[in-house]
Structures are given as structure tokens and as C-alpha cells.
């Protein structure tokens, strides 16, 4: 049967390219933080973050290193969610509602490479 993936090591990555094989064409519908509604399918989503593990790869981040998200729930945090997994580093989230120095706790503990923020999120960095 096209649709099972039991015959596939279950991984992160996997997952997106599974959905890519069967429902590629199917919309994945977010709000941006600009205000309009996004649209795009899941094959779309699957090459973008394939791209964006590439360029993680390309700037040196390896596996287990730390990359943590200051983000909405948008496609763009969907994507870094499936790169970063995709290449056995780890994600983490940032909530912008603690307060700054538990903030400062957090980045400073996980010892991030990287962090993603949403163009609004910014001031808290």
C-alpha cells in the first residue's frame, strides 16, 4: 500500500518525506507574522527545508549541536523544525513570555549555535 511507512526508519526527516510521496500536492495553511495567510504543499515544504539543512550544514552545525527557535507557529518554524531534526542536531523552543533572565538561563545552559527569531521577536534578543 502507497500510504504506509512502516517499512522506513521512523525519523524526523522521514516523516516530511513520506507525506512529500503521498500528499505532496496538499496545502499546509499558516497565518505569517506579517499578517497574510501562507499557503503551500508538502512537497514544497520538504524541499525548503532540505535547502535549509543544506545551508546548516554549510555553516558548520553538526550533530547535537544546539539550535534553539524564538518563533511563531508558522511554515517558517515548521521548516526549521523538520532541517534541524533532519540533520541530527537538536531544536528547541524560546517562549517570549518569560522573563529575561530565565530567558538569558536558557540560551546560556543549551549553549546554542544558533538562533531562529521571528522579525518581531528580535527586541527580546
Wanted: glycine share 6%; aromatic share 8%; net charge negative.
Amino acid at each position: 500500500m502507497r500510504g504506509l511507512i512502516m517499512d522506513r526508519q521512523m525519523s524526523i526527516s522521514a516523516l516530511l518525506e513520506h507525506a512529500d510521496r503521498v500528499s505532496g500536492d496538499q496545502e499546509i495553511i499558516s497565518r505569517s507574522v506579517e499578517g497574510p495567510i501562507h499557503r503551500y504543499t508538502y512537497h514544497d515544504a520538504h524541499t525548503r527545508s532540505r535547502q535549509l539543512a543544506n545551508a546548516l550544514t554549510a555553516l558548520g552545525v553538526q550533530l547535537g549541536d544546539r539550535i534553539a527557535t524564538l518563533a511563531w507557529n508558522t511554515y517558517r518554524h515548521f521548516e526549521i523544525y523538520y532541517a534541524v531534526s533532519g540533520i541530527g542536531a537538536i531544536t528547541h523552543t524560546l517562549n517570549p513570555r518569560l522573563a529575561p533572565a530565565q530567558f538569558t538561563y536558557i540560551v546560556n545552559h543549551a549553549e546554542d549555535s544558533y538562533i531562529f527569531v521571528d522579525a518581531d521577536l528580535v527586541p527580546l534578543i
